[in-house]
Protein backbone atom coordinates (compact mmCIF):
# COMPACT_ATOMS: atom_id res chain seq x y z
CA UNK A 1 0.00 0.00 0.00
CA UNK A 2 0.79 3.65 -0.79
CA UNK A 3 2.71 5.90 2.36
CA UNK A 4 -0.12 8.79 2.77
CA UNK A 5 0.72 11.51 4.18
CA UNK A 6 -1.76 14.47 4.72
CA UNK A 7 -1.24 17.82 5.53
CA UNK A 8 -2.86 20.99 7.24
CA UNK A 9 -1.21 23.31 4.66
CA UNK A 10 0.37 23.63 1.36
CA UNK A 11 3.72 24.81 2.81
CA UNK A 12 3.81 21.52 4.92
CA UNK A 13 3.19 19.54 2.22
CA UNK A 14 5.84 21.26 -0.59
CA UNK A 15 8.35 21.17 2.44
CA UNK A 16 8.12 17.42 2.87
CA UNK A 17 7.88 16.77 -1.13
CA UNK A 18 11.16 18.46 -1.33
CA UNK A 19 12.75 17.19 1.44
CA UNK A 20 12.14 13.23 -0.20
CA UNK A 21 13.03 14.75 -3.64
CA UNK A 22 16.61 16.10 -2.67
CA UNK A 23 17.48 13.08 -0.59
CA UNK A 24 16.91 10.49 -3.07
CA UNK A 25 19.04 13.03 -5.64
CA UNK A 26 21.54 13.31 -3.28
CA UNK A 27 21.76 9.40 -2.44
CA UNK A 28 21.77 8.44 -6.07
CA UNK A 29 24.53 10.94 -6.50
CA UNK A 30 26.59 9.31 -3.65
CA UNK A 31 25.93 5.42 -4.63
CA UNK A 32 25.55 5.89 -8.51
CA UNK A 33 27.10 9.06 -9.85
CA UNK A 34 23.95 10.88 -11.44
CA UNK A 35 20.21 10.51 -10.62
CA UNK A 36 17.18 10.50 -12.92
CA UNK A 37 14.16 12.59 -11.84
CA UNK A 38 11.19 12.25 -13.97
CA UNK A 39 8.26 15.39 -13.30
CA UNK A 40 4.80 16.26 -14.21
CA UNK A 41 3.20 19.54 -14.97
CA UNK A 42 0.25 21.29 -14.12
CA UNK A 43 -0.41 24.10 -11.63
CA UNK A 44 0.18 22.35 -8.32
CA UNK A 45 4.32 20.93 -8.54
CA UNK A 46 4.71 25.11 -9.53
CA UNK A 47 5.52 25.77 -5.79
CA UNK A 48 7.47 22.35 -5.37
CA UNK A 49 10.03 23.37 -8.50
CA UNK A 50 10.75 26.78 -7.40
CA UNK A 51 11.62 25.27 -4.17
CA UNK A 52 13.89 22.59 -5.74
CA UNK A 53 15.15 24.95 -7.59
CA UNK A 54 16.81 26.18 -4.43
CA UNK A 55 18.26 23.00 -3.35
CA UNK A 56 22.32 23.13 -3.05
CA UNK A 57 21.94 19.96 -5.02
CA UNK A 58 25.41 18.59 -7.49
CA UNK A 59 22.21 19.36 -10.42
CA UNK A 60 24.89 19.20 -13.38
CA UNK A 61 25.20 15.36 -12.14
CA UNK A 62 21.09 15.03 -12.34
CA UNK A 63 19.01 14.31 -15.68
CA UNK A 64 15.26 15.46 -15.96
CA UNK A 65 12.64 13.95 -18.19
CA UNK A 66 8.39 14.45 -18.19
CA UNK A 67 6.18 12.21 -17.69
CA UNK A 68 3.78 13.27 -20.18
CA UNK A 69 3.95 16.45 -22.89
CA UNK A 70 1.31 18.02 -24.94
CA UNK A 71 2.26 18.14 -29.01
CA UNK A 72 2.16 22.21 -28.43
CA UNK A 73 5.37 24.37 -28.93
CA UNK A 74 7.58 24.52 -25.76
CA UNK A 75 7.20 27.82 -25.64
CA UNK A 76 3.22 27.58 -25.10
CA UNK A 77 1.67 28.26 -21.92
CA UNK A 78 0.33 24.47 -21.84
CA UNK A 79 3.79 23.19 -22.72
CA UNK A 80 5.22 20.97 -19.98
CA UNK A 81 8.78 21.91 -21.39
CA UNK A 82 7.80 25.71 -20.67
CA UNK A 83 6.84 24.90 -16.71
CA UNK A 84 10.04 23.05 -16.24
CA UNK A 85 12.36 25.76 -17.84
CA UNK A 86 9.97 28.30 -16.15
CA UNK A 87 10.12 27.14 -12.34
CA UNK A 88 12.67 24.22 -12.07
CA UNK A 89 15.77 24.94 -14.70
CA UNK A 90 16.55 27.95 -12.56
CA UNK A 91 18.86 28.86 -9.86
CA UNK A 92 20.60 26.27 -8.07
CA UNK A 93 19.06 23.48 -11.03
CA UNK A 94 20.22 25.61 -14.22
CA UNK A 95 22.89 23.02 -14.68
CA UNK A 96 20.85 19.92 -14.51
CA UNK A 97 20.41 17.81 -18.23
CA UNK A 98 17.00 18.55 -19.53
CA UNK A 99 15.78 15.83 -22.07
CA UNK A 100 12.18 17.05 -23.69
CA UNK A 101 9.50 15.09 -25.39
CA UNK A 102 8.28 17.58 -27.69
CA UNK A 103 10.35 17.59 -31.06
CA UNK A 104 10.28 18.91 -34.44
CA UNK A 105 7.57 16.02 -35.63
CA UNK A 106 4.31 17.29 -37.20
CA UNK A 107 2.15 15.46 -34.70
CA UNK A 108 2.60 13.52 -31.39
CA UNK A 109 1.92 10.07 -33.50
CA UNK A 110 4.82 11.03 -35.55
CA UNK A 111 7.00 12.02 -33.09
CA UNK A 112 6.73 9.12 -30.70
CA UNK A 113 9.43 6.99 -31.81
CA UNK A 114 12.09 9.99 -31.66
CA UNK A 115 10.88 11.08 -28.17
CA UNK A 116 11.88 7.79 -27.03
CA UNK A 117 15.16 7.54 -28.61
CA UNK A 118 15.78 10.73 -26.57
CA UNK A 119 15.03 9.00 -23.54
CA UNK A 120 17.64 6.39 -23.87
CA UNK A 121 20.33 9.34 -22.91
CA UNK A 122 17.94 9.12 -19.01
CA UNK A 123 19.29 7.04 -16.18
CA UNK A 124 16.86 4.89 -15.91
CA UNK A 125 15.65 3.75 -13.73
CA UNK A 126 14.63 7.01 -12.64
CA UNK A 127 15.17 7.85 -9.00
CA UNK A 128 11.98 9.66 -8.31
CA UNK A 129 9.10 10.05 -10.59
CA UNK A 130 6.71 12.76 -9.24
CA UNK A 131 3.17 12.18 -10.79
CA UNK A 132 -0.21 14.12 -10.15
CA UNK A 133 -4.00 12.53 -10.94
CA UNK A 134 -6.89 13.90 -12.66
CA UNK A 135 -10.35 13.77 -11.22
CA UNK A 136 -11.00 11.10 -13.86
CA UNK A 137 -7.94 9.01 -12.33
CA UNK A 138 -5.46 9.51 -14.84
CA UNK A 139 -2.31 9.90 -14.66
CA UNK A 140 0.72 11.11 -16.67
CA UNK A 141 -1.49 11.05 -19.73
CA UNK A 142 -2.90 7.74 -19.69
CA UNK A 143 -6.61 8.69 -19.53
CA UNK A 144 -10.05 6.22 -19.23
CA UNK A 145 -11.26 5.44 -22.43
CA UNK A 146 -8.26 6.77 -24.43
CA UNK A 147 -7.41 4.64 -28.05
CA UNK A 148 -3.97 4.41 -27.10
CA UNK A 149 -4.04 3.01 -23.38
CA UNK A 150 -4.13 -0.65 -23.74
CA UNK A 151 -0.76 -0.14 -26.12
CA UNK A 152 0.55 2.26 -23.08
CA UNK A 153 -0.30 -0.67 -20.78
CA UNK A 154 1.41 -3.02 -22.79
CA UNK A 155 3.95 -1.94 -24.67
CA UNK A 156 7.74 -2.26 -24.02
CA UNK A 157 8.35 1.24 -25.57
CA UNK A 158 9.23 3.94 -22.87
CA UNK A 159 7.24 7.05 -24.89
CA UNK A 160 3.87 6.70 -26.36
CA UNK A 161 1.32 9.27 -28.02
CA UNK A 162 -2.01 9.49 -26.78
CA UNK A 163 -5.05 11.13 -27.77
CA UNK A 164 -6.75 12.43 -24.92
CA UNK A 165 -11.09 11.47 -24.75
CA UNK A 166 -11.77 15.44 -23.67
CA UNK A 167 -8.42 16.81 -22.59
CA UNK A 168 -7.49 19.16 -25.63
CA UNK A 169 -4.12 18.76 -27.54
CA UNK A 170 -2.36 14.96 -28.70
CA UNK A 171 -0.07 14.08 -26.19
CA UNK A 172 2.70 12.15 -25.82
CA UNK A 173 2.99 9.65 -22.30
CA UNK A 174 5.65 7.77 -20.74
CA UNK A 175 4.44 3.70 -20.55
CA UNK A 176 3.57 2.06 -17.82
CA UNK A 177 6.54 0.24 -18.66
CA UNK A 178 8.63 3.67 -18.22
CA UNK A 179 6.57 4.73 -15.26
CA UNK A 180 7.62 1.48 -13.14
CA UNK A 181 10.75 1.83 -14.14
CA UNK A 182 11.80 4.30 -10.99
CA UNK A 183 13.20 3.46 -7.37
CA UNK A 184 10.77 5.49 -6.06
CA UNK A 185 6.89 7.63 -7.37
CA UNK A 186 5.70 10.17 -5.54
CA UNK A 187 1.95 11.18 -5.92
CA UNK A 188 0.86 15.40 -5.01
CA UNK A 189 -2.27 16.08 -4.80
CA UNK A 190 -4.40 18.69 -3.27
CA UNK A 191 -8.21 19.92 -1.90
CA UNK A 192 -11.20 17.19 -1.07
CA UNK A 193 -12.13 16.24 -4.56
CA UNK A 194 -8.71 14.67 -5.60
CA UNK A 195 -8.85 13.09 -1.97
CA UNK A 196 -12.05 11.36 -3.11
CA UNK A 197 -10.49 10.89 -6.03
CA UNK A 198 -7.52 9.15 -4.67
CA UNK A 199 -9.62 7.03 -2.40
CA UNK A 200 -11.74 5.51 -5.12
CA UNK A 201 -8.44 4.71 -6.98
CA UNK A 202 -7.04 2.98 -4.11
CA UNK A 203 -9.47 0.32 -3.88
CA UNK A 204 -9.76 -2.85 -5.60
CA UNK A 205 -10.36 -1.42 -9.51
CA UNK A 206 -9.77 -2.40 -12.97
CA UNK A 207 -6.76 -0.35 -13.88
CA UNK A 208 -8.80 0.83 -17.38
CA UNK A 209 -11.14 2.33 -15.14
CA UNK A 210 -8.50 4.69 -13.12
CA UNK A 211 -5.12 4.28 -14.59
CA UNK A 212 -3.65 5.71 -11.50
CA UNK A 213 -3.95 2.09 -10.17
CA UNK A 214 -1.30 0.92 -12.26
CA UNK A 215 0.55 2.93 -9.57
CA UNK A 216 -1.16 2.22 -6.50
CA UNK A 217 -1.84 -1.26 -6.66
CA UNK A 218 1.76 -2.57 -7.30
CA UNK A 219 3.93 -3.47 -4.69
CA UNK A 220 7.39 -3.51 -6.15
CA UNK A 221 7.86 0.38 -6.41
CA UNK A 222 7.71 2.31 -3.01
CA UNK A 223 4.98 4.78 -3.31
CA UNK A 224 4.49 8.26 -1.31
CA UNK A 225 1.02 9.86 -1.84
CA UNK A 226 1.17 13.58 -0.50
CA UNK A 227 -2.10 15.56 0.29
CA UNK A 228 -3.04 19.32 1.21
CA UNK A 229 -6.42 20.79 1.51
Not at 115 to 131: E, G, N, S
Not at 138 to 157: C, G, I
Request: proline residues 8%.
Amino acid sequence: MPSVRRFDTAAGRIAAIVENVSASLREALQTRGKAGLIVSGGSTPRPVFAALAQQPIEWSRIYITLADERWVSPDDQDSNEHLVRQHLLREAAAPAHFIPLKNAARDAASGAAKADQALTAFPWPADILMLGMGDDGHTASLFPRAPELQAALHTDLHCIAVTPPAAPHQRLSLSAHALMDARAVIIDITGPAKWATYERAAAPGAVEEMPVRLILQQQRVPVHVYWSP
